[in-house]
């Protein structure tokens, strides 16, 4: 089955306790994204990248970290998490030959920073 | 950057009443998607809208892209239990590897 899977569904940490959220799509996308979702913002984009190797800025990205070393994993890092952190947040795929192509997204991940 | 805004932001309606909700922006869009998100879920891709004036159908969902390019339409007929969710609209920033979401219309049916 085609998915994005995002671990874990739910964390509760401390802040400045450094964190990561995997994700990982079975598609062969070569786009992937971060966003977080916060009540009457909508969902925010923190980091994309186009392939291997290649990321960038979203408009939300400060905090936080990416990496992009294989193709299917897009991990999400916050090395010192702070309460502003605390937030829903979804990763997702497509293929980036057009970008009209639709996003797959994860379901989620609820972080709470105290 | 750009922004959409959607209308409502929430909505309590009975079941089997006709829905309503539009998403608008200062920019133009070449694309306009929406989506849905259910509970405990991510959003799940409902209708691609790629030319102004279209207008397509997902079963009882219809979107319209508007004429001007700066707005969008998602209507949805005869609501059932299983439509509750949020409804974010969606598009891609031109020369962006970015899809800008609106603050989504949160859908209460009462049955």
């Known amino acids: 089955e085609a998915q994005v899977t995002q671990n874990p569904r739910y964390l509760i940490t401390v802040t400045g306790k450094k964190l990561t959220v995997t994700c990982s799509q079975n598609m062969n996308h070569e786009y992937m994204s971060w966003y977080r979702q916060d009540p009457g913002l909508g969902l925010r984009q923190i980091y994309y990248s186009m392939n291997v190797e290649v990321t960038d800025k979203g408009d939300v990205p400060e905090g936080y970290k990416v990496s992009r070393k294989e193709k299917r994993n897009f991990p999400l890092i916050l090395e010192s998490p702070s309460p502003n952190q605390t937030s829903l947040y979804f990763c997702?795929?497509?293929?980036?030959?057009?970008?009209?192509?639709?996003?797959?997204f994860g379901n989620g991940t609820r972080l709470t920073v105290t | 950057g750009q922004q959409l805004n959607q209308s409502p932001q929430s909505m309590f309606i009975q079941e089997g009443e006709d829905v309503s909700m539009n998403c608008t922006s200062s920019?133009?869009?070449?694309?306009w998607l929406w989506y849905k998100q259910e509970p405990g879920e991510g959003p799940v891709l409902l209708i691609a809208l790629y030319k102004a004036g279209e207008l397509t159908s997902n079963g009882r969902l219809t979107a319209q892209f508007g004429i001007t390019r700066k707005d969008s339409f998602l209507n949805i007929s005869a609501s059932i239990p299983s439509d509750v969710g949020i409804y974010f609209c969606a598009g891609p920033q031109r020369g962006a590897q970015k899809l800008v979401f609106g603050q989504g219309t949160r859908l209460t049916i009462n049955p």
């Open positions: 997702a795929s497509r293929w980036v030959s057009s970008y009209n192509s639709p996003l797959h």
């Open positions: 920019s133009i869009f070449n694309t």
